[in-house]
């Protein structure tokens, strides 16, 4: 027993620390800690999108993305475990702030008259060559799930394992929640340094649960101007807020990670910039940040390109500023890097006698073509 004791204190120990300097939580690192200290060898980590859609793997025979020839892609539709993970997350609507355990036993899913012969065993035993397994679901979705294996001769989990096994979530999920926290620290902060950089002073920022994981008072006021004073007791990065979706719009709108999203409400002008976080395991974390303008009524006078002191470079840049492209594509189509764009954005600011993308798109609108 105080094997078993000090083994759950260098885990929590180990993870700690993990959580701090790790650039992908769910890994082969995590794995290596729980055979060591727990002696789980044979666990599977299992990723997806927050649709449900399978990327990969990772395991003790190594990582294994999907591809045509991925075992799991034959068997996704009979896994009636991942099934039942997937829907019961989504009804729970299960995040990254979630500690409560969420285990999945396979012989409680699936009934003991059926279990030997189902597709699940045949499938984790032509695979693994194990046999029983209880399945862990963490993050946006339960798209992430760690799945612990014994074969035909170890027995199906006992009571005590499984109360091991609900201790290791708890761990791992206040770890996550604890890593994700500080990873979305670093975006956001990311994010902010670009709108400075714009010059816009009325932002939001949000991940693509409709969490506002910031703001600027210049947004909330305009937002209660809109949405009347209450909004401001609406706004939180753990809970949804249920407006968002009537300022982000429909997942067509906002599949391109390039093209900025222009939306006027109440004479206000939106435009919504999108930022992915792309993981080696195939996950895709995006988040939103949102600008707001007031429109105003009066033309400016109309100007060319040409008409304006810039280099054909900055004229360029101008241009696809205008069409609504991010820093990042404009690097991407020109072929420079992202601080080019971002120096020659200043200097056009400059020459122009502009503060921000907005100004810089109101002074270009009224041209005649």
């Known amino acids: 027993m105080k094997e078993e004791h000090a083994g759950q204190v260098n885990f929590f120990s180990e993870i700690s620390e993990y959580q701090i300097s790790a650039r992908e939580f769910f890994s082969t690192v995590l794995l290596d800690y729980l055979a060591k200290n727990f002696g789980w060898e044979k666990?599977?980590?299992?990723?997806?999108?927050?649709?449900?859609?399978?990327?990969?793997?990772?395991s003790w025979q190594g990582i294994l993305m999907d591809c045509a020839e991925h075992p799991y892609r034959a068997f996704f539709a009979n896994d009636v475990v991942r099934h039942i993970i997937y829907q019961e997350a989504v009804r729970d609507q299960l995040t990254y702030f979630n500690v409560e355990p969420r285990l999945y036993k396979s012989t409680d899913i699936i009934t003991q008259r059926d279990y030997e012969h189902s597709a699940y065993v045949r499938f984790t035993e032509e695979n693994f060559q194990m046999h029983y397994s209880t399945t862990l679901a963490f993050g946006m979705n339960?798209?992430?799930?760690?799945?612990?294996f014994k074969n035909r001769e170890q027995g199906d989990f006992t009571e005590e394992e499984i109360g091991q096994l609900n201790e290791i979530y708890v761990y791992l999920a206040n770890s996550y929640k604890n890593f994700k926290k500080f990873e979305q620290a670093k975006i956001v902060q990311n994010i902010q340094n670009e709108i400075i950089a714009s010059g816009e002073k009325a932002y939001l920022v949000t991940d693509d649960?409709?969490?506002i994981?910031?703001?600027?008072?210049?947004?909330?006021?305009c937002l209660k101007d809109i949405l009347g004073a209450a909004i401001a007791e609406q706004i939180s990065s753990t809970t949804p807020c249920?407006?968002?979706?009537?300022?982000?719009?429909?997942?067509?709108?906002?599949?391109?990670t390039e093209r900025v999203q222009t939306k006027i409400i109440k004479n206000y002008i939106f435009k919504i910039y999108t930022y992915d976080q792309t993981y080696s395991n195939g996950i895709i974390d995006r988040y939103h940040w949102i600008t707001i303008s007031k429109k105003e009524e009066e033309k400016l006078p109309a100007y060319s390109l040409e008409s304006l002191p810039l280099t054909a470079t900055e004229q360029r840049v101008a241009e696809l500023m205008y069409h609504g492209l991010t820093y990042k594509a404009i690097a991407d189509k020109m072929v420079v890097s992202y601080h080019?764009?971002?120096?020659?954005?200043?200097?056009?600011?400059?020459?122009c006698g502009v503060n921000s993308r907005f100004e810089l798109y109101k002074l270009l609108d009224n041209r005649e073509n």
């Open 340 to 351: 080019t764009v971002k120096k020659h954005v200043q200097n056009i600011y400059t020459k």
């Open 242 to 256: 249920s407006w968002l979706p009537f300022l982000l719009g429909g997942e067509e709108e906002l599949a391109s």
């Open 209 to 211: 649960f409709m969490h």
């Open 213 to 221: 994981m910031s703001y600027s008072q210049t947004a909330l006021k």
């Open 142 to 148: 339960g798209y992430i799930q760690v799945a612990f």
């Open 43 to 58: 666990v599977l980590i299992s990723y997806f999108d927050t649709q449900g859609k399978f990327l990969s793997w990772t």
